[in-house]
Every structure is written in structure tokens, then in C-alpha cells.
T-cell receptor, first 111, second 114 residues
């Protein structure tokens, strides 16, 4: 089976930095995705890693280590609007294979 | 980025009736679309992979006769929940790929069965 683990909940202060970790054990690997999902809305794409290393995009960065089956999403200069669920997802095959999602991490940003 | 739409955005139906949800890729062609279901405070669970011109591939535990999928064209897939029951109440989300990397999600359809 596929197993993707994330912390269930996290709380951080406005203006701070938070790191959301994701570990995975899957039958294959063809890329790791991070999505943001506000309550009652569909997920929105944040980042994609297929090679080891750090991908930076504005206030958001994502890191991948394939040998460790590990990724993290780093959010800088937190804003109240960043309060949402963050979903880690793995594409386990090539072609048009679907994403397998972790349970998501609910982040609460407090003043 | 690419746009995926869903219709309706929310629907309330009576137990025993059927509901059809449409998923469209607006500015790209999608030979494959995916249907997910999400219960409150839980993550997305893949229901099925919808393939244009062929039968959908269902995940284990998803009843293909209850959740009918039709991928009629390169821009449209439909999910019909037949003989809906209250336990089918959920958030249904479709997605499609535009290129090798990103997977775009529709805005979701909230189904409430009374």
C-alpha cells in the first residue's frame, strides 16, 4: 500500500516561519506535490518536486529527499490567510497516474 | 494555470435519487480526469480515474454501479451518484493534468443527501 504521513495540526504565529513535514513510503515515485486547501474549497497547487533539493517560490519553499522519502513545505512571513490545510501528495507512477494524498496538516496562524 | 470547472457547486437531493456532477477542462484537453471524495476534516480519497473513450478505473471499495463515470469528450467527465443515500453526502472534487507536472482541481461539488 501507499503511506504518506504528515502532522495533523500545527499552530504558528503571524510573521514567523513554519515547516510542515511529509514522509512517504510508496510503491513508486514520480514527483511530490504540495497543495493548500481552505475549508470548503478545492486544493490549490503550491509546489512540485521530482528531484532532490529545494524549490523556492516566493514565501513558499519545498524540499525533497528521495533517499529518505521525505519532504517539507516551508512557509515564511506567515500571514493570517495562510491558515489552511496543507496536503502532501505523491505521484506513484508515470503517465496519467493519480496523486495519492496524505491526510493533510491543518495550520492555524495566530496573532 | 489551467482551469477546471465543476457544476453544480452544491446540490441537495433526496435519498434514492440520482445526481450528476460535471467536470470540464476549460482551456486544455484532458484525456484523463480523476474523481476524488473528501469527508469533513479528512484528506482527498481517489474514487476513480476517468479515461476519455473508455471505461473508468475504480479504486478498491468504490462501487462502479453506484458511481457512474462517463468521459464523453476530451474536456468533459461526469460523475453520477445513483440512488444516493445520506452517507454519500460529501465534497466531490475532480482534477485533470495539463502537462507532465501540475494537476489542477475543480472547485468541488458539495453533495447533501437528505
Amino acid at each position: 500500500g501507499q503511506n504518506i504521513d504528515q502532522p495533523t495540526e500545527m499552530t504558528a504565529t503571524e510573521g514567523a516561519i513554519v515547516q510542515i513535514n511529509c514522509t512517504y513510503q510508496t510503491s513508486g515515485f514520480n514527483g511530490l506535490f504540495w497543495y493548500q486547501q481552505h475549508a470548503g474549497e478545492a486544493p490549490t497547487f503550491l509546489s512540485y518536486n521530482v528531484l532532490d533539493g529545494l524549490e523556492e517560490k516566493g514565501r513558499f519553499s519545498s524540499f525533497l529527499s528521495r533517499s529518505k522519502g521525505y519532504s517539507y513545505l516551508l512557509l515564511k512571513e506567515l500571514q493570517m490567510k495562510d491558515s489552511a490545510s496543507y496536503l502532501c501528495a505523491v505521484r506513484v507512477g508515470s503517465g496519467n497516474t493519480p496523486l495519492v494524498f496524505g491526510k493533510g496538516t491543518r495550520l492555524s496562524v495566530i496573532a | 494555470g489551467a482551469v477546471v470547472s465543476q457544476h453544480p457547486s452544491w446540490v441537495i437531493c433526496k435519498s434514492g435519487t440520482s445526481v450528476k456532477i460535471e467536470c470540464r477542462s476549460l482551456d486544455f484537453q484532458a484525456t484523463t480526469m480523476f474523481w476524488y471524495r473528501q469527508f469533513p476534516k479528512q484528506s482527498l480519497m481517489l474514487m476513480a480515474t476517468s479515461n476519455e473513450g473508455s471505461k473508468a478505473t475504480y479504486e478498491q471499495g468504490v462501487e462502479k454501479d453506484k458511481f457512474l463515470i462517463n468521459h464523453a469528450s476530451l474536456t468533459l467527465s461526469t460523475l453520477t451518484v445513483t440512488s444516493a443515500h445520506p452517507e454519500d453526502s460529501s465534497f466531490y472534487i475532480c482534477s485533470a493534468r495539463d502537462g507532465p507536472d501540475e494537476q489542477y482541481f475543480g472547485p468541488g461539488t458539495r453533495l447533501t443527501v437528505t
